[in-house]
């Protein structure tokens, strides 16, 4: 099975740059089978990372941000494959 991990977060002001070099820095281990880091208007931050696990299984996260560096708390998701 596949399962996806969605990870987002929303830069404080000013600070998209320094939230997505940070999140690039990120490292998991064991390493995801795919990871993909996408970016979006207003200093938000998608981290999309893929595993070939059950759905409940235990896996790596990108840890929160210092405080200073984020508007608001990360938005987490966790999907299966439909297929």
């Given at each position: 099975?596949?399962v996806?991990l969605?990870?987002?977060?929303?830069?404080?002001?000013?600070?998209?740059?320094?939230?997505?070099?940070?999140?690039r820095?990120?490292?998991?281990e064991?390493?995801?089978?795919?990871?993909?880091?996408?970016?979006?208007?207003?200093?938000?931050?998608?981290?999309?990372?893929?595993?070939?696990?059950?759905?409940?299984?235990?896996?790596?996260?990108?840890?929160?941000?210092?405080?200073?560096?984020?508007?608001?708390a990360?938005?987490?998701?966790?999907?299966?494959?439909?297929?």
């Amino acid at each position: 099975m596949t399962v996806a991990l969605m990870w987002e977060a929303k830069a404080a002001p000013g600070r998209g740059a320094e939230l997505l070099a940070w999140a690039r820095a990120q490292p998991l281990e064991p390493a995801p089978h795919r990871r993909e880091t996408l970016t979006a208007p207003g200093g938000r931050v998608l981290v999309m990372t893929w595993w070939d696990a059950p759905y409940d299984a235990g896996l790596p996260e990108l840890p929160e941000p210092a405080g200073e560096l984020v508007a608001r708390a990360v938005h987490r998701w966790r999907f299966e494959t439909a297929d």
